[in-house]
């Protein structure tokens, strides 16, 4: 192989793993897959329409308080074609645990164990509860209490 083609292969191999450290960096390849191992897209390829990531905490009490009302706002939601995904960024919180307090709270939507906070950091979440509304490409719409 002569030094131009190994320039340039080693170029093309360079560009692509910055583009792959990019894409997960920026969260757009980043799976939301809920704890029983179901996939509802990606941050920038969404199911619902619009999608609500809202942000939970299993010993918060006003997320505990207000989990009648997730609960009627998400059924709302998902009968108009959206959709409402649980985020628990609770880096000690075992999966047994969730499906414990899901139950315990009437919570019947897909909910993500975000142990390693990556969905807090791309989303720039930083209290519970707080909610973040997306577009079906990934567009935060709004970002709130």
């Known amino acids: 192989m002569n030094a131009k083609?190994?320039?340039?292969?080693?170029?093309?191999?360079?560009?692509?793993?910055?583009?792959?450290?990019?894409?997960?960096?920026?969260g757009r390849g980043l799976t939301l897959r809920d704890i029983d191992g179901v996939a509802h897209g990606t941050i920038t390829n969404l199911e619902g329409d619009p999608t609500v990531l809202l942000f939970l905490g299993t010993t918060c009490p006003i997320s505990n308080q207000y989990s009648p009302e997730i609960t009627r706002m998400c059924d709302g939601l998902q009968a108009t074609g959206g959709s409402c995904i649980l985020v628990y960024p609770e880096p000690g919180l075992t999966r047994e645990a969730l499906k414990s307090h899901l139950d315990q709270y009437r919570l019947h939507f897909p909910a993500i164990l975000?142990?390693?906070?990556?969905?807090?950091?791309?989303?720039?979440?930083?209290?519970?509860?707080e909610a973040v509304v997306l577009s079906k490409s990934g567009r935060a719409l709004y970002q709130g209490r």
């Not at 083609?5 to 997960?24: D, E, N, P, S």
């Not at 975000?114 to 791309?122: C, E, H, P, R, T």
């Open 114 to 129: 975000d142990q390693n906070q990556a969905l807090v950091q791309q989303m720039a979440a930083a209290i519970t509860p």
């Open 5 to 26: 083609v190994k320039t340039g292969a080693l170029a093309a191999l360079l560009l692509t793993a910055a583009l792959l450290v990019f894409a997960i960096r920026t």
